[in-house]
């Protein structure tokens, strides 16, 4: 592979992960699957690339880099996230149904109870 080859495929992998950052910023995390196809087909293409280091290759590996690291971040915000609402809801759902239920582990009940009925006169 030549070097200007080699910037156009980097160059196309940092707008790769550049529409990645998109969709993790938007919350639609279901098109990510497809994106991870995509960039799974350039490895073999870094692999094998054993040309020079140009200064602009080195300046695009060093955004892509960049733009990982902030990827992943965001990914980890937005699982963090996901686990503090998956939480909350639980936690909301526990107090929702002892509320209405009450306590399973009570015993409480309408024959125990003293009711309003006394059978004594």
Aim: no cysteine; hydrophobic share 35%; proline share 2%.
């Amino acid at each position: 592979m030549l070097v200007s080859e080699f910037e156009k495929t980097l160059k196309d992998f940092l707008r790769l992960l550049k529409k990645e950052r998109m969709y993790l910023i938007k919350g639609q995390s279901e098109l990510l699957p497809s994106l991870v196809e995509q960039k799974e087909a350039y490895i073999p293409l870094f692999e094998e690339y054993n040309q020079e280091r140009t200064e602009k290759i080195k300046k695009l590996i060093a955004q892509i880099q960049m733009q990982q690291q902030e990827n992943l971040l965001l990914t980890k915000q937005a699982i963090a996230y996901q686990e503090t609402l998956l939480k909350a809801v639980s936690e909301t759902i526990k107090t929702a149904n002892f509320k209405t239920y009450g306590n399973p582990q009570e015993k409480n009940s309408v024959s125990n109870s003293m009711g309003i009925f006394d059978t004594q006169v």
